[in-house]
């Protein structure tokens, strides 16, 4: 069994590597907080700027260096006072004294040394500086990552998700500069490939640099058109403004309440993306990346099923067939920062909700996504207990414990189906 070791692991794209490399078998040891999933043997503490433990190394086939530190991004820039470029170099380092094979560093498709943002310029260093360590040549390896969506709604993929359904009209500023979106899974793979896989070789050498991207590049406006008739099938109006414009906005989202921060470094990032050549790294890692929009109509059509399964689970715990709209758009906004996958619940369960007592395993663990959105469910439903309202008579009371006996066989038979 191959043993890679992550950081990161708690991030948007962590999350994800975590559980697909733990489904195709591998080992997964965590460097620093860990993924809320379970999807790893053993996690580490440490964080940018640390020591490593060399027992960390262990037989660790690679590295995937996936950890970032906006904040130092912020207080620092590109300066060598950065964390991430002294801690980055620092774990290098003690990955290649103990002898493993690979390293995999996450980069972006924006580093270049002129980037507007401090990420950027940042990244761009750190690919030097990597590259540049001893023992490196063959082992480090940097994967340009361009625009990821999809999964949980995290990252520039949630604030951008959050825009386009907050307002039918959105003032924004680069909407005609080229992105080359990735969808996570996409980008989890090819990570992966670079990690385990033999290396493609380009003229006889493996390549130190691969870029992560859509070969195809859209504007950045209709990106977002797609967003938007992604996640609520209406249009938008795209407003284009300069980008100082766009920064005084990203500084007011900060002041204002009940508006989701928008991170200037991320804006910044988008006015100075530049497309890059993936088809050929792509097609060396053996990747077939699906088209934009056929990925989002599966989201739209996801999204319905997820609301479909949230009625269910409100009806179930709450005893109520019709639960307060507001408390399903609740529950789906929890849903989504949780996982963004419908459970896929059969049909008869969703219109009959009192028959997913079957599927509650009867010793609950912290990754049985069922029992997670249960539990996520009654939080909502207690939230909210007025437009509920209500309390079980002592009859209806007869009745559950009656079901209850009955449910036993089948929870012991079906339990562990959504784990």
């Not at 080992?27 to 580490?44: D, M, N, Q, R, Y």
């Not at 793979?189 to 493996?206: C, E, H, N, Y």
């Not at 097609?283 to 996801?302: F, G, Q, T, V, W």
Request: proline share 6%; charged share 20%; net charge positive.
């Amino acid at each position: 069994m191959l043993r890679l070791l992550v950081t990161g692991a708690s991030g948007y794209i962590g999350r994800r590597f975590c559980e697909v490399a733990a489904e195709r078998g591998c080992e997964v040891i965590v460097l620093g907080p860990a993924p809320s999933t379970g999807k790893f043997s053993h996690a580490f503490a440490w964080r940018l700027g640390d020591e490593p433990r060399p027992e960390a190394f262990a037989g660790i086939a690679a590295v995937i260096h996936l950890a970032h530190s906006w904040a130092s991004d912020a207080q620092n820039g590109a300066s060598s006072a950065n964390v991430n470029l002294s801690g980055s170099e620092r774990l290098a380092r003690v990955a290649f004294a103990n002898n493993v094979p690979r390293f995999v560093f996450a980069s972006t498709t924006s580093a270049r040394s002129q980037a507007l943002n401090a990420y950027g310029r940042v990244k761009y260093a750190l690919e030097e500086r990597l590259l540049a360590v001893p023992h490196a040549a063959g082992r480090m390896i940097c994967a340009r990552i361009g625009l990821v969506y999809g999964g949980p709604e995290e990252g520039l993929y949630g604030q951008l998700s959050k825009l386009v359904r907050f307002t039918p009209i959105l003032p924004m500023t680069g909407l005609d500069r080229k992105v080359q979106p990735i969808y996570i899974d996409e980008v989890v793979a090819a990570l992966l490939s670079l990690a385990i896989d033999p290396l493609p070789r380009r003229d006889g050498v493996s390549a130190a640099t691969y870029v992560l991207a859509g070969p195809e590049t859209i504007t950045f406006g209709n990106w977002l058109r797609m967003l938007r008739r992604a996640h609520t099938g209406k249009r938008i109006l795209l407003l284009p403004i300069p980008l100082w414009m766009a920064l005084f906005a990203c500084d007011l989202t900060r002041l204002l309440p009940f508006i989701s921060t928008v991170n200037r470094e991320r804006v910044l990032g988008l006015a100075s993306t530049e497309p890059m050549d993936a088809a050929l790294d792509l097609a060396a890692l053996h990747l077939d990346i699906d088209p934009p929009m056929k990925r989002l109509n599966l989201l739209r059509s996801d999204r319905r099923r997820i609301i479909v399964e949230a009625i269910a689970m409100l009806a179930y715990v709450s005893g109520k067939q019709a639960p307060p709209r507001a408390a399903v758009a609740r529950l789906v906004r929890g849903i989504e920062r949780q996982d963004a996958q419908p459970l896929g619940l059969p049909r008869v369960v969703t219109k009959c909700p009192a028959l997913l007592r079957a599927f509650e395993p009867l010793w609950p663990s912290v990754d049985h996504r069922l029992t997670q959105r249960l539990h996520l469910a009654v939080m909502v439903v207690e939230s909210m207990r007025e437009q509920f309202g209500g309390r079980s008579n002592i009859g209806s009371l007869f009745g559950q414990a009656a079901l209850e006996a009955m449910a036993v066989p089948f929870r012991l038979l079906l339990g562990q189906r959504y784990t």
